[in-house]
């Protein structure tokens, strides 16, 4: 019942650890599914936190995903965090969409374009936000891919994608 609440700020703490024991001289985020949901709101919520994030088929508006979802994909959002028309103040603060404007690390979004479970929508919603927004973003959806992307093609894209950007933004000191 606490989608970005106590699992984020354990995200938080270990990240600040990285940093606090030498480890890490800057951090980035990056998850895929419910981690793209928090990469997403880890940027939002604490916004000076990170470096660098990338979102892989993450949920940018919980309403909006729980409107457009599969059956099976509404009951899990209602068994975890109840209904829109129950939980509204939830669904709006937690939504990272709500919270573009407080980002400030470069964003990387990446999206399957037949995702069944995180709607293309999410994706786009996000990246015309961030857009609309002048964010430091970079956008890719791949056709014919779904949730996990399964291309050897993909997977190689992907990987090399997210391995330039956050050697552009994370680089090695």
Same mark, same amino acid.
């Given at each position: 019942?606490?989608?970005?609440?106590?699992?984020?700020?354990?995200?938080?703490?270990?990240?600040?650890?990285?940093?606090?024991?030498?480890?890490?001289?800057? !951090?980035?985020?990056?998850?895929?599914?419910?981690?793209? %949901?928090?990469?997403?709101? +880890?940027?939002? /919520? %604490?916004?000076?936190?990170?470096?660098? +994030?990338?979102?892989?088929?993450?949920?940018?508006?919980?309403?909006?995903?729980?409107?457009?979802?599969?059956?099976?994909?509404? #009951?899990? /959002?209602? &068994?975890?965090?109840?209904?829109?028309?129950?939980?509204?103040?939830? %669904? &709006?603060?937690?939504?990272?969409?709500? #919270?573009?404007?407080?980002?400030? +690390?470069?964003?990387?979004?990446?999206?399957?374009? &037949?995702?069944?479970? !995180?709607?293309?929508?999410?994706?786009? /919603?996000?990246?015309? +936000?961030?857009?609309?927004?002048?964010? /430091?973003?970079?956008?890719?959806? %791949? &056709?014919?891919?779904? #949730?996990?992307?399964?291309?050897?093609?993909?997977?190689?894209?992907?990987?090399?994608?997210?391995?330039?950007?956050?050697?552009?933004?994370?680089? !090695?000191?």
């Amino acid at each position: 019942d606490d989608w970005a609440g106590g699992d984020l700020r354990d995200v938080v703490c270990a990240a600040d650890w990285l940093e606090t024991k030498g480890i890490a001289s800057g !951090v980035g985020i990056i998850g895929g599914s419910y981690g793209g %949901y928090m990469t997403l709101s +880890a940027v939002t /919520q %604490y916004p000076n936190r990170w470096r660098a +994030a990338v979102s892989i088929y993450g949920m940018a508006n919980l309403v909006t995903m729980y409107t457009t979802a599969r059956e099976d994909m509404r #009951h899990f /959002q209602e &068994r975890n965090i109840g209904r829109p028309d129950e939980n509204p103040d939830f %669904y &709006r603060n937690r939504s990272p969409l709500n #919270h573009v404007d407080r980002i400030t +690390a470069p964003t990387l979004i990446l999206q399957g374009e &037949r995702d069944a479970r !995180v709607p293309l929508s999410e994706a786009e /919603q996000m990246r015309d +936000a961030l857009e609309a927004g002048g964010k /430091q973003f970079e956008y890719m959806v %791949y &056709r014919d891919e779904g #949730h996990g992307f399964t291309k050897l093609d993909t997977k190689m894209d992907y990987l090399e994608r997210i391995g330039a950007f956050l050697r552009l933004h994370l680089p !090695v000191e």
